[in-house]
């Protein structure tokens, strides 16, 4: 199965604090998603990236930022959450090129609760 | 972009049962694929299946292009089974926009 990994898994942080949410994949991807999603619900796209230096907002609007300095690694941040940033937040990457299928692989996700 | 739809929406079975998940799709898709989320809410890839059947294990898996839809069926269900299927699909001008349905949620009860 998939190669990618989020660190950490479950978090509960007080309102107001920043926190970094860390994504890694190994299968040497360009390209890499955040999602959000509420339990058992719809995914919410919230950032992606096609490459090195190439970071886009998503569907929704998100006040959280990332960056994408390596490959292998694709961090959310959030400068003061709150409780509303409370969700579970998914990162995935995908293969290039249609000859490949363009296969999305997603990691285990981090669950943040803010109080 | 490409509207999505999963039905049914809920679905509540014996341990043993057969079931059909169906996705429909409103545009032309050069990826589809169906996915499995457990009660800890990883995202576990079944099938890439944008036409044609594919089987594996109890899992099946109908995808017919032509007409829009795809088709999971699960056979002999166990509770291990329960959690949330989505499909998600590309569109073949744009094939790194996933688009996702909303989701079957299935509970499968001993």
């Known amino acids: 199965e998939a190669d990618i990994y989020q660190t950490p898994r479950y978090l509960v942080i007080g309102t107001g604090k920043k926190i970094t949410l860390e994504c890694s994949q190994t299968?040497?991807?360009?390209?890499m998603y955040w999602y959000q999603q509420d339990p058992g619900m719809e995914l919410h796209l919230i950032h992606y990236?096609?490459?090195?230096?190439?970071?886009e907002k998503g569907d929704l609007s998100s006040e959280s930022t990332v960056s994408r300095i390596r490959t292998e690694h694709f961090p959310l941040t959030l400068e003061s959450a709150r409780p509303s940033h409370t969700s579970q937040y998914l990162c995935?990457?995908?293969?290039?090129?249609?000859?490949?299928?363009?296969?999305?692989?997603f990691g285990e996700g981090s669950w943040l609760t803010v109080v | 972009g490409i509207q999505v739809e999963q039905s049914p929406p809920d679905l509540i079975l014996q341990e043993g049962a057969n079931s059909t998940l169906r996705c429909n799709f409103s545009?032309?898709?050069?990826?589809l694929q169906w996915f499995h989320q457990n009660p800890w809410g990883q995202l576990i890839n079944l099938f890439y299946?944008?036409?044609g059947t594919k089987q594996n294990g109890r899992l099946s898996a109908t995808t017919v292009a032509t007409e829009r839809y795809s088709l999971l069926y699960i056979s002999s269900s166990q509770t291990t089974d329960s959690g949330v299927y989505f499909c998600?699909?590309?569109?073949?001008?744009?094939?790194?926009?996933?688009?996702f349905g909303s989701g079957t949620k299935l509970n499968v009860k001993p």
């Open positions: 299946i944008p036409s």
């Open positions: 545009d032309s898709v050069n990826n």
């Open positions: 990236s096609y490459g090195v230096n190439s970071t």
């Open positions: 995935a990457s995908s293969d290039r090129g249609q000859s490949s299928g363009n296969t999305i692989y």
């Open positions: 998600a699909v590309t569109p073949p001008y744009n094939f790194n926009k996933f688009y």
């Open positions: 299968m040497g991807h360009d390209k």
